[in-house]
């Protein structure tokens, strides 16, 4: 096969050319689509294999756990093994054989790979807004918390950091609306509640660091293999909205961080998104548009973004226009809906005169698919029927003994597998509220000996009790209140407000 393109199928009903995708346009996305059971994740697997071996890192998510398999050779005492045979005899792939590839497992939980983690900061409020299904007052008042945490060089890093800034926020809210607008303390509790709904779920293991670095996923091996990046993702379907933040947040990092390539002569690093329905489910246009925003400039960057689904038209048409590599794996239409799904779907390809491409979409049988790919030019090809290659890795799951080997030959479990908890928001703000609340234990003490001394009596002065309702930013917040008012007023609200106050 060439060098400048990547062998996807061939031999198709009445059709023996090749189907091949171009590397330099592979950057130009892509879809894979398909109702359940008819080859979507072989067509995922077949793909990661060949970009890999033309030296591109992919990265992607395994929902069933069925793509673990790369990290092993296929087997001729596998079942299929004769199937795989004659697949690869009747399409053409003359150097078919078995492989392993090289593959790193991740996990947000931590259970089946390295640990996948971020900082609340790097999360940002928007993405992290759309994981909590804020309100828009809501929003406003996490946006206020970011600003506060900017200006006063508090590191959020990790859940507790956010929930004692929430905390500090609230308590002294008259203070700080007059400056940034009004702060509901409703809202505050209700951000708080979906936080700990979150903690709850498992994913206060995402935030914290050492926070995930984007050149240990995209990475080649000394041989020049495309490193394969799989996610667990069988656990992380529990929590779909926190599956489809933490892909967007990925794709985000990629277009922030990487540099300009223009149009280079293969991808810098490929992005599969699975189950790409959970990303735009409800989701507003704000966010729509801001991955269609980020779909269309990161081919620039060298990425290629591909989404799989079941129906076309779970993808926003916006983006489904820029999407010029396609895999259409049958449809079934069964339901008024399902027809005009296959409608639509058929009429994204360019016609082929020798088939109705509604009809082949229909009838296509597993591991066959309707295919265009862009050709010289970025033009999309004529449709064809293809027969899907078979891959070269193995088919089915790893089982937990091996995975657990490939996790240990791994040098990067050193830089990611235990967590570091450095100093941040939360220890600042509870040392800050420590601070002040000494000088009132100190004026109480003072007062209770100066009574004692002048009556010539002995009191069994009782210690001061702080209510319940007192939290730390409270403290904080009596303590300079006492304080303004008087002849050191002005000194210390220079202090106070200049610590946590002060501008950028």
């Given at each position: ?11 198709g ?8 995708m ?14 359940t059971?008819?080859?979507k ?56 054989g ?29 993405l ?32 507790k ?21 009004n ?54 379907m ?9 892909l ?29 329905h959970?990303?735009f ?41 820029q ?5 259409q ?11 005009k799904?296959?409608?639509?779907a ?23 698919a ?32 091996e ?65 319940r ?6 403290a ?23 610590s ?5």
């Amino acid at each position: 096969m060439k060098q400048d393109r990547i062998f996807i199928g061939g031999g198709g009903e009445g059709y023996t050319t090749p189907e091949e995708m171009l590397l330099k346009y592979a950057n130009r996305h892509g879809l894979i689509a398909g109702a359940t059971g008819t080859g979507k994740t072989v067509t995922l697997q077949i793909l990661a294999e060949s970009f890999s071996k033309a030296g591109v890192p992919v990265f992607m998510a395994d929902v069933k756990g069925d793509l673990s398999g790369m990290a092993a050779a296929g087997s001729p005492q596998h079942k299929l093994h004769e199937k795989l045979v004659s697949r690869a005899e009747k399409i053409g792939l003359q150097d078919y054989g078995y492989e392993a590839f090289p593959v790193t497992f991740w996990d947000l939980f931590g259970e089946k790979g390295h640990p996948v983690r971020t900082t609340i900061s790097e999360m940002g409020p928007l993405l992290l807004s759309r994981l909590l299904e804020l309100s828009e007052a809501q929003e406003g008042v996490l946006n206020i918390a970011f600003r506060m945490a900017d200006e006063q060089s508090l590191l959020l890093l990790d859940l507790k950091d956010l929930q004692s800034l929430l905390v500090w926020l609230g308590e002294n809210a008259s203070a700080v609306g007059l400056r940034y607008g009004n702060i509901s303390k409703a809202s505050i509790g209700a951000i708080q509640r979906r936080l700990l709904v979150l903690e709850n779920q498992g994913a206060a293991q995402f935030f914290g660091e050492p926070a995930l670095k984007l050149e240990d996923m995209i990475a080649t091996t000394p041989s020049g293999q495309g490193r394969v990046n799989i996610l667990a993702a069988d656990r992380l379907m529990g929590a779909p909205r926190l599956y489809a933040t933490f892909l967007l947040w990925l794709l985000s990092e990629l277009f922030e961080n990487l540099p300009e390539v223009g149009d280079p002569d293969k991808p810098k690093f490929v992005f599969f998104f699975d189950e790409a329905h959970l990303l735009f489910d409800d989701a507003p246009k704000a966010l729509i548009n801001k991955v269609e925003q980020v779909a269309r400039l990161i081919r620039s960057k060298g990425v290629g973004v591909f989404f799989i689904t079941q129906q076309p038209d779970d993808v926003p048409s916006d983006i489904l226009g820029q999407l010029g590599n396609r895999v259409q794996h049958a449809l079934r239409a069964y339901t008024p809906r399902d027809q005009k799904a296959l409608r639509a779907a058929a009429e994204t390809f360019r016609p082929n005169p020798r088939f109705d491409t509604e009809d082949a979409i229909r009838d296509v049988g597993t591991g066959e698919a309707v295919v265009s790919m862009l050709q010289k030019k970025g033009v999309p090809s004529v449709v064809e029927r293809t027969l899907i290659r078979p891959p070269s890795s193995r088919l089915g799951p790893l089982d937990m003994s091996e995975r657990k080997a490939v996790m240990a030959r791994s040098a990067l479990g050193a830089a990611y597998d235990t967590a570091i908890d450095r100093v941040s928001a939360f220890e600042k703000l509870t040392a800050r509220a420590a601070e002040a609340e000494e000088p009132e234990e100190t004026e109480k003490s003072e007062f209770n000996s100066a009574r004692r001394y002048s009556s010539g009596k002995t009191y069994n002065a009782r210690k001061p009790v702080k209510r319940r309702s007192d939290s730390t930013a409270e403290a904080f917040a009596k303590s300079f209140s006492r304080s303004f008012g008087s002849k050191l007023g002005n000194s210390i609200a220079r202090g106070v407000l200049g610590s946590l106050f002060k501008a950028r």
